[in-house]
């Protein structure tokens, strides 16, 4: 996702005929990133229908805000921008609204997320459970950390972005992006520990 | 023993391909449409105005409060300058105006002497006194 100042955006042509109003263009945006958008805001929010939720306003905030657009960075970095602030403000609010989310309103999905079982141990029973219950302890692992950790770790060991990028995307320093993640890492070493000792 | 760092990496990589349900964006590019078929609707109904309005000082941040305390002193300085000035009291004229004098009123207690008090029948069943 970074932005190299020599590269041209490549949503330039659709971002300027949803400017000027061309809605077919804003849809292919959608079709183009919201499968990104939604993989970032599930994994920071652990709930479908918040994230389905999260992003109509997500999406319907960069339409309104498409006129104040510069294009200074790529629209992907802008919206993703925009993505990760709303769903942290919505974090807090959801932490004020209920205290936090427990771990018996994760979503189910989330336990039970096909994108840990590796196709290898398909044909092997015992290892597939073994890893659907590694999968789940990681999943729950994750919501238990604070959102500020939560965060980083989406955006770097899910979404893959580079320290600099996270840095810039969260406003902090490359320094605390890199004790965030220790930390985070720390934690969930921790909390997996128990079913690592078994062996998968 | 605990997973490495880069196992847990590896292990929160998978996580990549992650993907919303078949059909997710399709139901999801139909309410986008629909849900901003019906701001446009709202916005161009008599709740607009404020609508606007407040989308706009949403998208102002922390500067919507300077706007806000220089409306409430512009609205403060609009009152006082078209309240109604005070009631100027014109001193009376020192000339002496001409007056026809009417003579007055008796006062009661000449209004009383001049009322007849006396009894205007006797009574027959006894005196009476005043």
Do not use: C
């Not at chain 1, 044909?123 to 919501?143: D, I, T």
């Amino acid at each position: 996702m970074p932005d190299d100042p020599l590269q041209p955006d490549p949503d330039e042509d659709l971002v300027a005929r949803a400017r000027s109003g061309d809605t077919r263009a804003f849809d292919a945006l959608i079709l183009k990133y919201g499968e990104k958008l939604y993989g970032l805001v599930y994994n920071m929010t652990a709930h479908k229908e918040d994230t389905y939720d999260l992003l109509q306003d997500i999406f319907a905030k960069a339409y309104h805000s498409l006129p104040k657009f510069r294009g200074h960075s790529s629209f992907y970095t802008w919206i993703y921008q925009i993505a990760v602030n709303m769903t942290l403000n919505f974090l807090k609010k959801r932490k004020r609204r209920g205290g936090g989310m427990s771990l018996n309103e994760m979503d189910s999905a989330v336990q039970t997320d096909p994108a840990l079982v590796d196709s290898s141990h398909m044909a092997n029973p015992e290892k597939q459970s073994k890893l659907h219950e590694l999968q789940k302890r990681l999943n729950e692992a994750m919501l238990s950390l604070s959102e500020a950790h939560r965060t980083v770790v989406t955006m770097f060991d899910i979404q893959g972005l580079p320290h600099a990028e996270i840095a810039r995307i969260l406003k902090i320093s490359e320094g605390t992006v890199r004790s965030r993640l220790h930390y985070a890492h720390l934690q969930l070493q921790s909390k997996l520990q128990e079913y690592w000792e078994q062996g998968i | 023993m605990k997973p490495s760092a880069e196992e847990i990496g590896a292990l929160l990589a998978l996580k990549r391909h992650e993907r919303p349900e078949e059909g997710f964006l399709d139901d999801f590019l139909r309410d986008f449409h629909q849900r901003r078929r019906e701001e446009e609707a709202l916005k161009a109904g008599p709740a607009g105005w404020w609508h606007r309005l407040s989308s706009w000082a949403s998208g102002l941040g922390a500067s919507k409060w300077a706007y806000g305390a220089g409306l409430a002193y512009a609205g403060a300085a609009a009152l006082f300058l078209l309240s109604p000035s005070p009631v100027q009291v014109q001193p009376t004229p020192t000339v002496p105006a001409k007056y026809q004098v009417e003579p007055a009123e008796p006062t009661a207690v000449e209004q009383l002497d001049a009322v007849d008090l006396r009894p205007s029948s006797q009574g027959t069943t006894g005196e009476q006194e005043f």
